[in-house]
């Protein structure tokens, strides 16, 4: 059974820097789209950034294009998300996702039953 184990939040000051870790057990990652979520307080859960289960190309949201990197090591079985200038509005819980044979677009966009979630990582960007 696929399994994620997100973490790496914390509190960070604007235009600082993070980097969510989302180890996946119970499968590899060959075959699944991964990517992350992010929930704020009264808001929609949104999709942030997602890679491809074939060709690794990626998807982020506009909001973060230029600041956030999505990468996966495949002899590490994790996935990551280098967050880089930090801005208030980035304050959310982030999410780790994947669902199996997906381009990144479906998965950050499309909701379906079939994705798979990790618990969640509370990120912070305050002075």
């Known amino acids: 059974q696929l399994r994620l184990a997100d973490s790496g939040g914390g509190l960070v000051q604007p235009g600082g820097s993070l980097r969510l870790s989302c180890v996946v057990t119970g499968a590899t990652l060959d075959y699944y789209a991964m990517g992350w979520f992010r929930q704020a307080p009264g808001k929609e859960r949104e999709g942030v950034s997602c890679?491809?289960?074939?060709?690794?190309?990626?998807y982020y949201t506009d909001s973060v294009k230029g600041r956030f990197t999505i990468s996966r090591d495949y002899a590490e079985n994790t996935v990551y998300l280098q967050m880089n200038n930090l801005k208030p509005d980035d304050t959310a819980v982030y999410y780790c996702?994947?669902?199996?044979?997906?381009?990144?677009?479906?998965?950050?966009?499309?909701?379906?039953?079939?994705?798979?979630w990790g618990q969640g990582t509370q990120v912070t960007v305050s002075s």
């Open positions: 890679i491809s289960s074939s060709d690794d190309s990626t």
């Open positions: 996702t994947a669902r199996g044979y997906t381009a990144a677009y479906s998965l950050c966009e499309s909701p379906s039953p079939f994705s798979s």
